[in-house]
């Protein structure tokens, strides 16, 4: 009995665990086809000209500005010249953030940091749109940063992500703090990895007289060197051509006394032509006084 009712114990649990796998095989399919159908809608908006791109630009600007405005304690953008710049850089991020339906984004960004009346506020969605159909809508980071007045400072502090300097259009102060952090993650990847030996090889474990004595030797070998390429000559010649064809082949130098202590006598017990030359002449200022040629 005991038997049968393990195997019936058994088999019920198997049945609820195949259940449960096929409520969760239900509810991924239903979060897919909603997935699937929130990309369509994404696909099938990006013919308007606003791309993901521009819309995670433009929303990341916005999420900076409300940074700015929490820090310099803004409930609503100020009433004067400045305010109004503010407030028409929102609206053109608020079009570009919001794809599906900007005009309801601009109106909602307006209607919470502006004071405006419903007929203003409809004007100004309307010139919007004529800003993005002409492509004015674009900003780049640093206009952005003219029109909200952020230094580099502000940036830093705040940690803006989306919007430049109004004192750095030249990327200088910028570039200049992006090489300090690489030079501190340097140092600490260094500080990390170092086995605490000092740079380059190993001292030798010398005396200083045996420093003082292995300097000497390498100096001496230096000087050697320099003297032996100032007054050793060519190496030997394995071969030399000239102008009609002579090659001559040479197994071992051969010393020929200086041609200057040589008298005119001696030259009939050289033969220059093992060294390729074919003829010689002694002169005495313009007079030939010794003649010699090969063959």
Not at 59 to 88: E, H, M, Q, Y
Not at 197 to 203: F, S, Y
Not at 204 to 222: D, G, I, V, Y
Request: charged letters at 35%; proline letters at 3%.
């Amino acid at each position: 009995m005991s038997s049968l009712t393990d195997k019936r114990d058994r088999a019920e649990r198997q049945e609820d665990e195949r259940a449960r796998l096929d409520e969760i095989n239900t509810a991924f399919a239903e979060a897919a086809r909603e997935d699937a159908g929130r990309f369509e809608s994404i696909d099938g908006d990006t013919s308007t000209g606003n791309t993901d791109t521009h819309a995670i630009r433009a929303a990341g600007r916005l999420s900076d500005a409300r940074k700015v405005f929490a820090d310099r304690g803004w409930k609503a953008l100020p009433c004067n010249t400045r305010g109004r710049r503010i407030l028409r850089w929102g609206a053109d991020h608020a079009w570009l953030a919001n794809p599906n339906n900007p005009k309801r984004g601009v109106r909602n960004w307006c209607r919470k940091w502006a004071r405006l009346k419903p007929a203003e506020l409809d004007q100004l969605i309307v010139d919007t749109e004529v800003r993005f159909k002409r492509g004015a809508c674009r900003w780049s980071d640093d206009e952005s940063a003219v029109t909200l007045e952020i230094t580099v400072t502000d940036r830093t502090r705040l940690g803006l992500r989306f919007i430049g300097a109004c004192n750095d259009l030249s990327y200088e102060i910028r570039l200049g703090i992006r090489r300090e952090k690489n030079a501190a993650c340097q140092r600490r990847r260094r500080a990390e990895k170092s086995t605490g030996r000092p740079r380059g090889r190993p001292a030798l474990n010398l005396s200083p007289e045996e420093k003082k004595a292995r300097s000497n030797a390498k100096a001496a070998e230096r000087m050697r060197n320099m003297r032996a390429l100032r007054k050793n000559a060519s190496p030997a010649i394995d071969s030399i051509k000239s102008s009609d064809a002579i090659k001559r082949n040479i197994s071992r130098p051969i010393l020929v006394q200086s041609i200057a202590s040589i008298s005119v006598t001696d030259l009939d017990g050289i033969d220059f032509s093992v060294f390729g030359i074919i003829s010689m002449q002694v002169m005495s200022g313009t007079r030939i006084v010794r003649e010699w040629r090969a063959g």
